[in-house]
């Protein structure tokens, strides 16, 4: 019965009324994919779908979306990398939603004040204590209480589940999971999400039988932000692995996450969750750093005041690194504040705080910023004094309160992806911070086929001033650049060039340079208030608290962004250093969104890869989503069928205003 139409839809396209020679839609499809699209922009391409459903139809073809991908020109969010869906067999509905949040986030964030596109909530079944939300928004990682506060889960929300938001898997723990991290690893040769937390209890059983009496205050209701002063605690690090397979296995099943069919079907299913690590201890545990380094998946923790552990995640023992004092600062105390790895220099970047002049009341503390050889676990455990390859000292910061060294975002590479045609992508010219450096001028001939790794991203370091010594609160960023160096390596094989010049081979590497390029950002919130970080390196958000509220669930007076212009210029290559453009650094308002809140949140979740902000308020199960980038439109089932090219009718009629697929991008 289909035929018949279909048979009239293409013959009023192509012989209805006089054939016009001028008309573009008088050309086959493939030739209207193949050149028309490969001139066009994606405003562009969102404005043909309201030409005509002609237009609608080929606007949705994957080859357009996986064409704009491969010229892109902005950060693209991470891909959708599944062991079902490699990246290179993404849809043409993911790769649009990939070109989508990447060009509206930019353009939105290039505002003076960004504003909020989309506002929704979703009920998360439980009290949300800590979240954090993996890069690109697929998958959300919680620590949850029941109602009645007296048992604690850890929860793996799907994100684009259809409808809304599903639990898919939820461990318990004895107490709230603070400090957490979540992130995308490779454990045995399996895809997985390898979480890492931390957790303290009461350290005297008197204390614990007194908290459950009621005498004591739950261990989890102290805010992990500020000192506690007479209670002893002891602290637990464990890590966990969840493999993506079965994560899709979970949300393939076909009945809500909280009905009895599907903890049925849930329950046949093997563990989801694997413990990789655990390390009890009655000194203080902070800082736990996930990240690829010698080969493995490795975890790396702070103990105490100057140790570091550090954990190969696939087996092995473990290795502890003791940071040595410095001889400048001896009589000081030394206390390491934050940590982050960098993978491929095989090192570990610390932050540690040198306490104030002994004798000296309320002088400020200096900081020193070192880098550290990473040590390579074997079968047996280990433990080494080490001194500091590079060290600076600042003398001039102040106070630094919640200080943070947020990651480089995972963004996905356009040259990563492939498109379903074969013709070779336009080739953009080299960044020249990545162009091979020039030959030297001498009798020795220099390869020149040298290989330019690709520099590594900067470190940032980012905390508030304390309102003290003499400042007013702000918020303090430094950046530490990448630096290049050519290595010379021994001649090979053969030794002379046809003209019988000595052959020499060049290496060039990066590392971490210890030069500060500071910024200062005033206070953007009146003086009864003060200010907190959601660290992120590219696009960090700050709020405000009243100043005597050092609860676990602050009143949140208002949210707002901090906006570096740096960022949208592309770096520079100067005196071998990746330098990396200074900006307009301010913290505008936003316009509507999160920007007053006016309640109190015990958690925050910031992806600043696809712009969206989760907010989770004391007591209620309800979490807020602010998205400040465009998707496109989808059905309830998170997906969008094409229209069959035989239900397309005359293409000169105009879809109308009912029929717009997409009007939230600017």
Excluded at 209 to 217: D, E, I, K, N, T
């Amino acid at each position: 019965m289909r035929v018949l139409p279909g048979i009239f839809n293409v013959a009023t396209r192509f012989l209805g009324r006089a054939i016009r020679r001028d008309c573009l839609d008088r050309l086959p499809n493939d030739l209207l994919v193949d050149v028309l699209f490969d001139y066009l922009d994606v405003k562009d391409i969102i404005r043909m779908r309201r030409v005509s459903r002609l237009y609608y139809e080929l606007t949705h073809h994957a080859a357009v979306w996986k064409r704009l991908l491969r010229r892109i020109d902005v950060p693209l969010p991470p891909a959708p990398l599944t062991p079902k869906r490699p990246l290179s067999k993404i849809s043409g509905l993911e790769a649009e939603r990939l070109v989508v949040r990447a060009y509206s986030l930019d353009m939105n964030w290039r505002r003076h004040h960004p504003r909020a596109l989309r506002e929704w909530s979703f009920d998360a079944q439980r009290r949300v204590l800590a979240m954090t939300l993996l890069p690109g928004g697929d998958y959300l990682v919680a620590s949850v209480s029941n109602r009645a506060g007296d048992r604690y889960y850890l929860v793996v929300y799907a994100m684009n589940a259809p409808g809304a938001p599903q639990a898919l898997t939820a461990v318990e723990t004895t107490t709230k999971a603070y400090d957490l991290q979540a992130k995308y690893m490779t454990i045995k040769e399996q895809r997985s999400i390898v979480i890492a937390y931390l957790r303290r209890d009461y350290r005297n059983k008197k204390d614990r039988m007194r908290a459950m009496r009621g005498y004591l205050p739950d261990v989890s209701s102290y805010s992990t932000q500020y000192s506690v002063a007479d209670v002893q605690f002891k602290y637990e690090c464990s890590v966990l692995q969840l493999s993506l397979h079965t994560l899709e296995t979970l949300a393939s099943i076909p009945y809500p996450s909280n009905s009895r069919e599907y903890r049925y079907v849930a329950e046949a299913l093997p563990k989801p969750f694997n413990n990789l690590f655990m390390l009890t201890s009655k000194s203080q545990l902070s800082s736990p750093v996930l990240a690829e380094m010698y080969g493995s998946a490795y975890l790396a923790l702070v103990r105490a005041d100057n140790d570091i552990i550090f954990k190969r995640l696939e087996g092995g023992g473990a290795a502890t690194l003791t940071c040595l004092e410095l001889p400048v600062a001896a009589e000081r105390s030394h206390h390491i504040r934050a940590i982050q790895l960098l993978p491929q220099e095989s090192a570990v970047f610390v932050v540690r705080e040198i306490g104030g002049a002994p004798g000296v009341p309320h002088s400020c503390p200096a900081y020193a910023v070192e880098t550290y050889r990473a040590l390579e676990c074997g079968d047996a455990p280990v433990t080494q004094l080490h001194a500091a390859e590079q060290c600076i000292i600042a003398w001039d910061l102040g106070h630094l309160t919640h200080l943070h060294l947020p990651e480089f975002p995972s963004f996905t590479r356009p040259e990563d992806l492939i498109a379903e045609d074969k013709r070779p992508a336009p080739v953009p010219p080299p960044h020249p911070a990545l162009r091979p450096a020039t030959p030297r001028t001498s009798s020795s001939a220099r390869s020149p086929s040298t290989k330019v790794p690709r520099p590594p991203p900067p470190i940032c370091m980012i905390g508030r001033a304390h309102p003290q010594c003499g400042r007013d609160e702000s918020i303090v960023r430094m950046l530490f650049l990448a630096q290049r160096f050519e290595v010379d390596l021994p001649p090979a094989p053969p030794y002379y060039d046809r003209h019988g010049n000595p052959i020499h081979r060049t290496q060039i590497v990066y590392r971490t340079a210890l030069e500060r390029n500071q910024t200062w950002t005033r206070r953007a919130t009146d003086y009864n208030a003060y200010l907190r970080i959601i660290p992120a390196l590219t696009r960090p958000l700050v709020y405000a608290i009243p100043w005597d509220d050092t609860t676990d669930a602050p009143k949140v007076l208002d949210v707002r962004p901090v906006i570096d212009r740096g960022w949208q210029r592309p770096p520079r290559l100067e005196d071998g250093v990746v330098r990396h453009p200074e900006g307009l650094v301010g913290c505008p308002s936003f316009d509507g969104g999160p920007q007053e809140l006016g309640a109190n949140v015990t958690a925050f979740a910031w992806d600043e890869t696809i712009g969206r902000l989760l907010v989770a308020e004391e007591s209620s199960n309800e979490i807020m989503v602010f998205d400040f980038a465009a998707e496109p439109v989808q059905h309830f089932d998170k997906t969008r069928y094409p229209i069959p090219l035989q239900d397309i009718p005359n293409p000169d009629i105009a879809m109308g205003p009912h029929e717009n697929p997409w009007t939230v991008i600017a």
